[in-house]
C-alpha cells in the first residue's frame, strides 16, 4: 500500500518568511494529493489539493508542487501570518478507499 | 461541503469498559473512515466503510470493530477499552476523492 513521509516534523518562521513542507510518497500509482490545516482543538481542514496530471496549483498565498519521477510534492506558503500556525498534513491516494496521511508538520509563525 | 459531526468531543472511560464512538455524515456519501491521531504518528486508518454493512480493516484494526446499519452513520467500537487505546478519534466522509472530518473525540482510558 502507499506510504507517505513528510519533513520537517516541526518548523519555525518569522511572520513574513516563506514555509515550505515536503512529502514523499511510495507508490507510483498515486493519483492525487491533498494537504490538510488542523488548527489547534479543530478539525483538520482540506486547503489545497492537486492531481497527478498537474505540476503546480496555486491558491492565494499557498500552492503546491509534484514532481511525479521523484515522488514528492510540496507545500509553500507565502508571507506567512500568524494564523498560518497549524499542524499540516500531506496524504497520497491512488483511489477512493486508500488515501495516507504524513505524520504531520508543526507550523510556527512567529510575529 | 460535506458536514460531519462526531457524537462526542471529550470521553474518559474505565479499562474493560465498551465505547461507542457514533460518526454522522449528512451528503449520502459512500466512504466513510475512522482514524486515530497521535502525536508524531499523524492519522492511522482504523476502518473504513464503502456502503451499509460493508467494511475493511485499515492499518491498526486491532481492538476496534465498526457498525454502518445506515448510509449516513458509522460507528466505531471499542470492544474493551485499554490505556493504549487513549487518543484523539477522526471520522471522515468521502466525497469523490476528498475526505471530509468530524471534529473529533478525544479519548481518555483510565
Known amino acids: 500500500g502507499e506510504n507517505v513521509e513528510q519533513h520537517p516534523s516541526t518548523l519555525s518562521v518569522q511572520e513574513g518568511d516563506s514555509a515550505v513542507i515536503k512529502c514523499t510518497y511510495s507508490d507510483s500509482a498515486s493519483n492525487y494529493f491533498p494537504w490538510y490545516k488542523q488548527e489547534l482543538g479543530k478539525r483538520p481542514q482540506l486547503i489545497i489539493d492537486?492531481?497527478?496530471?498537474?505540476g503546480e496549483k496555486k491558491d492565494q498565498r499557498i500552492a503546491v508542487t509534484l514532481n511525479k519521477t521523484a515522488k514528492h510534492f510540496s507545500l509553500h506558503i507565502t508571507e506567512t501570518q500568524p494564523e498560518d500556525s497549524a499542524v499540516y498534513f500531506c496524504?497520497?491516494?491512488?483511489?477512493?478507499?486508500?488515501?495516507?496521511f504524513g505524520a504531520g508538520t508543526r507550523l510556527t509563525v512567529k510575529p | 461541503d460535506v458536514k460531519v459531526t462526531q457524537s462526542s468531543r471529550y470521553l474518559v472511560k474505565r479499562t474493560g469498559e465498551k465505547v461507542f464512538l457514533e460518526c454522522v455524515q449528512d451528503m449520502d456519501h459512500e466512504n466513510m473512515f475512522w482514524y486515530r491521531q497521535d502525536p508524531g504518528l499523524g492519522l492511522r486508518l482504523i476502518y473504513f466503510?464503502?456502503?451499509?454493512?460493508?467494511?475493511e480493516k485499515g492499518d491498526i484494526p486491532e481492538g476496534y470493530s465498526v457498525s454502518r446499519e445506515k448510509k449516513e452513520r458509522f460507528s466505531l467500537i471499542l470492544e474493551s477499552a485499554s490505556t493504549n487505546q487513549t487518543s484523539m478519534y477522526l471520522c471522515a466522509a468521502q466525497g469523490g476523492q476528498t475526505q471530509y472530518f468530524g471534529p473529533g473525540t478525544r479519548l481518555l482510558v483510565l
Open positions: 492537486i492531481r497527478s496530471n498537474v
Open positions: 466503510s464503502y456502503d451499509v454493512k460493508m467494511k
Open positions: 496524504a497520497g491516494s491512488m483511489g477512493y478507499n486508500d488515501m495516507r
